[in-house]
């Protein structure tokens, strides 16, 4: 049985239960506790009455507040309620006429000396106007209920499916020129260097089976993270300069938690993209430090006039992706602080994330 067809089941079990339940108590054990023969078409009346209820009730429930009440009719909503509750005193009130139920009544009642039934006294069925209203009342509830409870898994499947496909994007941001740049880029090194090549094709091939395989079950280990961004680094380096220097601090101590995947490449990306000066001598500084449950990175670069990394104009679709991943994954629980100091002609990114 799928989870589905099981959950269906379990709640068509429980709304029986609930009827049952409610049916027994109200309409068939309160009578009882009253010490009184009655005639068998009371418990027909009773029987009638009751599906009446349950009829009213789904009826409110699948089709009156989801046609109007959720759709900002109010007034047609209203209207329609009324109406179904003249119906179900209409038909009450036939039923006590088909079945003689006044004169029954009125003769158990005067044999026992109680009083009237309270619709006795002025010809309206106080009684079932105020369980008509409460089914109504209670159908009404729990269907806006479950309609917002549903929104809300909706809005989490979606923002679930939103986050897959930003990191789907993520991935191919990076697949295309930045592979290919750095099959070039070991190419031209088999000619050189055929150990170091070997060297860079295995993190190429480490990078890719982690991008390909090990992203897909929407977490990572740290350990793997820090080792892509490491590989991606020491890739980097293979296009660069002897007037870039990069430093990079991983954490002394890891201790192996799970983190969303790829979450640092955007600001490790963006430093190599926009800190690095073709003519001047140029520094990029990665630092990610964990004490506790709280894990840190911190990405620092030069800022260059032919490279303007300002978060507000040119942040980037993978940033801004990232930030968007970070306030659903880690909601309440990171703290990103993006600083451009242009007396200090430094760029810096630290983010915090508490990982318990």
Do not use: C
């Not at 898994?153 to 499916?161: S, T």
């Not at 992706?321 to 630290?350: F, H, Q």
């Amino acid at each position: 049985m799928s989870l589905k067809s099981k959950s269906n089941t379990i709640t068509v079990l429980i709304h029986v239960l609930i009827w049952a339940v409610f049916g027994i108590l109200l309409f068939f054990y309160q009578p009882l506790t009253w010490n009184v023969e009655f005639p068998y078409q009371f418990w027909i009346k009773q029987a009638i009455v009751f599906f009446l209820l349950v009829a009213a009730y789904y009826f409110n429930s699948r089709l009156l507040v989801p046609r109007f009440l959720l759709h900002d009719r109010t007034a047609m909503y209203l209207i329609t309620v009324v109406v179904l509750v003249a119906v179900f005193l209409l038909f009450s009130q036939w039923a006590d006429d088909a079945l003689h139920m006044h004169e029954r009544m009125e003769a158990i009642f005067h044999k026992q000396h109680r009083p009237p039934k309270p619709r006795d006294k002025g010809g309206w069925d106080i009684f079932g106007t105020i369980i008509i209203a409460l089914v109504l009342g209670i159908s009404t509830s729990i269907t806006a209920i479950q309609k917002w409870q549903s929104d809300i898994r909706l809005r989490a499947a979606l923002e679930q499916e939103k986050i897959s496909s930003e990191l789907s994007f993520l991935k191919a941001q990076i697949n295309p020129h930045f592979f290919f740049n750095t099959l070039n880029n070991i190419y031209a090194l088999t000619h050189v260097n055929a150990e170091t090549s070997r060297k860079a094709l295995h993190q190429l091939s480490r990078m890719m089976r982690y991008v390909l395989y090990d992203t897909q079950h929407g977490t990572a280990l740290l350990s793997q993270e820090i080792a892509f961004i490491k590989d991606y680094i020491s890739l980097m380096e293979l296009r660069l300069t002897e007037k870039v220097t990069v430093t990079f601090t991983p954490p002394a101590h890891t201790n192996d938690v799970a983190v969303a995947p790829m979450l640092f490449l955007p600001f490790v990306e963006n430093a190599f993209k926009h800190g690095i000066s073709a003519t001047e001598p140029s520094a990029i500084r990665i630092v990610v430090d964990q004490q506790g449950d709280s894990l840190n990175l911190t990405v620092e670069n030069g800022i260059y006039k032919d490279h303007n990394p300002n978060i507000g104009e040119n942040k980037g679709i993978g940033l801004t992706n990232t930030i968007r991943r970070l306030d659903i994954l880690y909601t309440g629980k990171y703290k990103l602080d993006i600083n451009e100091d242009t007396i200090a002609n430094t760029y810096t990114v630290n983010l915090t994330l508490k990982l318990s």
